[in-house]
Every structure is written in structure tokens, then in C-alpha cells.
């Protein structure tokens, strides 16, 4: 499955720790992830993470693309609700490909472990159908 991964400045570092910890469930996916996100989750795990553009720099408008060509099966999206980022519209347009193409979203740590361990148990197999 395809999962996306992207975090803000501040989550970053808690990106880096769950993908560690998940990192056995995580190296059996392809991980798609904003250009600096991907790097340091590269850093701290060794697994090969397909890489975008930064953020700010069109890499969730990336993501939004390959969601919208149902190309993506899950997205993680690690965000800091306390401090809202200058391209916030592009969180939402994120938001609501997902919600279109029915792909699972998780935007803080207790729904991305739920994800993660749908996913390791079977659970969102139904996307190999839906596409």
C-alpha cells in the first residue's frame, strides 16, 4: 500500500519516533512523504521513502495529485493545530481529496497508531478492491 507521511516543523520529530516504532509495518509500504519530513524519517530508520517537493514548496500539492489519481491508500499528516502554517489551504485541499476518495487520514498520534495497526492486521485491504 501507499502511504503518505507528512509532518509540521513541531511534529517532526514525532513523526520520526513513529516511524520507528512502526518501522517493521512501515518497510513492507511504499512511503511517499514532503521533501524534509522524508529525509529525516530517512535519517532514523533506513527505510526508502519516496520523497516530494517541501511542503511549502508544492510537495503537499504533490500528494494531493497522486490522491487524487487514487494513488495513495493512507496519509498521515502530522500537524500543529496551535500554529497554523502560512499554506494551510493545502492542508485542507489534503483534507478533502481524502474525504473524496475515500483514503483513511489520521492528523494526530492516536488515529495514525490506530491506522498503522489496521493496516499491519489486514484491516484497509478493502483498498486493493476500491481501486
Given at each position: 500500500?501507499?502511504?503518505?507521511?507528512?509532518?509540521?516543523?513541531?511534529?517532526?520529530?514525532?513523526?520520526?519516533?513513529?516511524?520507528?516504532?512502526?518501522?517493521?509495518?512501515?518497510?513492507?509500504?511504499?512511503?511517499?512523504?514532503?521533501?524534509?519530513?522524508?529525509?529525516?524519517?530517512?535519517?532514523?530508520?533506513?527505510?526508502?521513502?519516496?520523497?516530494?517537493?517541501?511542503?511549502?514548496?508544492g510537495?503537499?500539492?504533490?500528494?494531493?495529485?497522486?490522491?487524487?489519481?487514487?494513488?495513495?491508500?493512507?496519509?498521515?499528516?502530522?500537524?500543529?493545530?496551535?500554529?497554523?502554517?502560512?499554506?494551510?489551504?493545502?492542508?485542507?485541499?489534503?483534507?478533502?481529496?481524502?474525504?473524496?476518495?475515500?483514503?483513511?487520514?489520521?492528523?494526530?498520534?492516536?488515529?495514525?497508531?490506530?491506522?498503522?495497526?489496521?493496516?499491519?492486521?489486514?484491516?484497509?485491504?478493502?483498498?486493493?478492491?476500491?481501486r
Open positions: 500500500m501507499n502511504i503518505g507521511l507528512i509532518a509540521h516543523d513541531s511534529k517532526k520529530k514525532l513523526m520520526q519516533n513513529f516511524c520507528i516504532a512502526y518501522r517493521g509495518i512501515l518497510n513492507k509500504h511504499e512511503l511517499y512523504a514532503t521533501g524534509t519530513t522524508g529525509r529525516l524519517i530517512e535519517e532514523v530508520t533506513n527505510l526508502n521513502v519516496h520523497k516530494y517537493l517541501a511542503g511549502h514548496l510537495g503537499q500539492q504533490q500528494l494531493a495529485s497522486q490522491i487524487e489519481h487514487n494513488d495513495m491508500d493512507m496519509v498521515i499528516y502530522l500537524r500543529d493545530p496551535l500554529h497554523p502554517k502560512t499554506h494551510e489551504p493545502d492542508v485542507n485541499d489534503v483534507v478533502r481529496l481524502c474525504d473524496i476518495y475515500n483514503i483513511p487520514f489520521a492528523t494526530n498520534l492516536a488515529t495514525a497508531e490506530l491506522l498503522i495497526k489496521a493496516l499491519d492486521r489486514g484491516d484497509l485491504e478493502w483498498r486493493e478492491v476500491y
